[in-house]
């Protein structure tokens, strides 16, 4: 039975995750292995964080909604996409089974850290791309790319946001904001599939995943009032480097 200190760590880490994803992305980096901490198995704990960070997803689309209008038919040409591999991705981390998922652990954080250290580059790489033009009108097989990020991202999710914005930034020619709302959207379909599909498992701690439910609405409005006082990159780099850390750890005990 989960008790009272384990409900608020779970809560606390949730709540750092949800300003965390609101200010820089990476929030998966803390409450992944808050969870695995805690004592839940690893297949359970990337199940229930999936469930748990879902509305944080809504709140951060809702706040780009201004930049999604115009994007009717990219959304529709992406979003089944999104939602067919976040539900792939589901199934396999289900049919992957504890040991496997487990074993792969250490290399998807570390997978995870670099990509999101990699986020930087890819924003001033895709400032330059469509500043210049970038982009070859490929928006018709852009569900492509975007359908085998969602595998990924209903596998485990954290660094989603990155592959997704590179694949749009390819394929488009529009403004970084517009792209960046419009991963925002993909991100969300691909973790709700995901969580629906989960929704049918034995998998997720109901208690904890309400409590990190309440914590991430709050971050998400923290980390909203907090977007312009500190600075993204730092903090990005504070989640990278613990990722990292949490990553050796991980390779360390085998």
């Given at each position: 039975?989960?008790?009272?200190?384990?409900?608020?760590?779970?809560?606390?880490a949730?709540?750092?995750?949800?300003?965390?994803?609101?200010?820089?992305?990476?929030?998966?980096?803390?409450?992944?292995?808050?969870?695995?901490?805690?004592?839940?198995?690893?297949?359970?704990?990337?199940?229930?964080?999936?469930?748990?960070l879902?509305?944080?997803?809504?709140?951060?689309?809702?706040?780009?909604?201004?930049?999604?209008?115009?994007?009717?038919?990219?959304?529709?040409?992406?979003?089944?996409?999104?939602?067919?591999?976040?539900?792939?991705?589901?199934?396999?981390?289900?049919?992957?089974?504890?040991?496997?998922?487990?074993?792969?652990?250490?290399?998807?954080?570390?997978?995870?850290?670099?990509?999101?250290?990699?986020?930087?580059p890819?924003?001033?790489?895709?400032?330059?791309r469509?500043?210049?033009?970038?982009?070859?009108?490929?928006?018709?097989?852009?569900?492509?790319p975007?359908?085998?990020?969602?595998?990924?991202?209903?596998?485990?999710?954290?660094?989603?946001?990155?592959?997704?914005?590179?694949?749009?930034?390819?394929?488009?020619?529009?403004?970084?904001?517009r792209?960046?709302?419009a991963?925002?959207?993909?991100?969300?379909?691909?973790?709700?599939?995901?969580?629906?599909?989960?929704?049918?498992s034995?998998?997720?701690?109901?208690?904890?995943?309400?409590?990190?439910?309440?914590?991430?609405?709050?971050?998400?409005?923290l980390?909203?009032?907090?977007?312009?006082?500190?600075?993204p990159?730092?903090?990005?780099?504070?989640?990278?480097?613990?990722?990292?850390?949490?990553?050796?750890?991980?390779?360390?005990?085998?």
């Open positions: 039975m989960t008790g009272v200190p384990d409900l608020l760590l779970a809560a606390l949730a709540l750092l995750a949800g300003a965390i994803n609101a200010l820089a992305g990476g929030g998966t980096l803390v409450t992944f292995p808050a969870l695995l901490a805690l004592g839940v198995p690893a297949v359970a704990a990337n199940v229930t964080n999936t469930v748990a879902c509305p944080g997803y809504v709140g951060g689309t809702l706040a780009q909604r201004a930049d999604l209008r115009g994007q009717g038919a990219r959304l529709w040409r992406v979003l089944p996409a999104a939602a067919l591999g976040g539900v792939l991705g589901g199934w396999l981390l289900l049919e992957s089974g504890e040991k496997l998922f487990r074993g792969l652990v250490p290399w998807l954080i570390l997978a995870a850290s670099l990509l999101l250290a990699a986020q930087g890819v924003r001033a790489w895709l400032g330059r469509l500043g210049q033009g970038g982009g070859e009108h490929l928006e018709r097989v852009t569900w492509l975007v359908g085998l990020a969602a595998v990924y991202g209903g596998y485990f999710g954290a660094g989603l946001s990155v592959i997704v914005l590179a694949a749009l930034g390819l394929s488009s020619r529009d403004s970084l904001p792209l960046n709302a991963k925002q959207a993909i991100a969300l379909v691909v973790n709700a599939a995901a969580a629906v599909y989960f929704l049918f034995d998998h997720v701690v109901w208690t904890l995943a309400a409590a990190m439910a309440v914590g991430a609405l709050g971050g998400g409005a980390g909203g009032k907090l977007a312009g006082r500190l600075p990159a730092v903090l990005r780099w504070t989640v990278v480097g613990t990722g990292l850390a949490v990553s050796a750890a991980y390779f360390a005990k085998g």
